[in-house]
Antibody, heavy 121, light 108 residues
Framework: EEQLVQSGAEVKKPGESLKISCKGS????????IAWVRQMPEKGLEWMGI????????RYSPSFQGQVTISADKSISTAYLQWSSLKASDTAMYYC??????????????WGQGTMVTVSS | DIQMTQSPSTLSASVGDRVTITCRAS??????LAWYQQKPGKAPKLLIY???SLESGVPSRFSGSGSGTEFTLTISSLQPDDFATYYC??????????FGQGTKLEIK
């Protein structure tokens, strides 16, 4: 079964760093893009960026460029989303998602279960 | 980037009703438009891709139509399990991904 499993919920203080993960299984992880999507409390979905684990080529939404770092380790089939200095406004559910095909942009047919990040002093 | 505008933001309907949600794009997408359903505390679920193609396993009461800049999602006869939030998403190959702001479908 193709699936994405994300790391558990996090509670952090403003200014702290954080790295959350998304592990793929049941398919060739290196050959498919992985996207990250933010959902702030009671708000809609926002595409943050996308990475191709095969060569770590990464593309960011202009809204998130410079705010987060997306990376991947294909040897352990895991993608990451990290912050160097969290803000209260980073409080949100974060989903990883896999596009259906490994060509250009495609729909997200596989989603992780989400990682809730809470930033509070 | 391409902007997506969904309407309405909230929709109240009853079991058995036929409902339609609209999504408009700021520029032409061809048919590169998808619809997702999200229930509270859950990840989104793909319903429709390429504007009108039904994802495997999705009930046939869901349908999508449109091309260019205007698209619709129709549920022909609402079932209790359909009360959720629906999002459109553009995936035009020459742009980044964008989601609509969502439509919450509530029980009347």
């Amino acid at each position: 079964e193709e699936q994405l499993v994300q790391s558990g919920a996090e509670v952090k203080k403003p200014g702290e760093s954080l790295k959350i993960s998304c592990k793929g299984s049941g398919y060739s992880f290196s050959s498919y893009w992985i996207a990250w999507v933010r959902q702030m409390p009671e708000k809609g979905l926002e595409w943050m960026g996308i990475i191709y684990p095969g060569d770590s080529y990464t593309r960011y939404s202009p809204s998130f460029q410079g705010q987060v770092t997306i990376s991947a380790d294909k040897s352990i089939s895991t993608a990451y989303l990290q912050w160097s200095s969290l803000k209260a406004s980073d409080t949100a559910m974060y989903y990883c998602a896999r596009p259906r095909s490994n060509g250009g942009l495609d729909v997200f047919d596989i989603w992780g279960q989400g990682t809730m990040v809470t930033v509070s002093s | 980037d391409i902007q997506m505008t969904q309407s309405p933001s909230t929709l109240s309907a009853s079991v058995g009703d036929r409902v339609t949600i609209t999504c408009r794009a700021s520029q032409s997408l061809g048919s590169w438009l998808a619809w997702y359903q999200q229930k509270p505390g859950k990840a989104p679920k793909l319903l429709i891709y390429k504007a009108s193609s039904l994802e495997s396993g999705v009930p046939s009461r869901f349908s999508g139509s449109g091309s260019g800049t205007e698209f619709t999602l129709t549920i022909s006869s609402l079932q209790p399990d359909d009360f959720a939030t629906y999002y459109c998403q553009q995936y035009n190959r020459f742009s980044n991904y964008t989601f609509g702001q969502g439509t919450k479908l509530e029980i009347k």
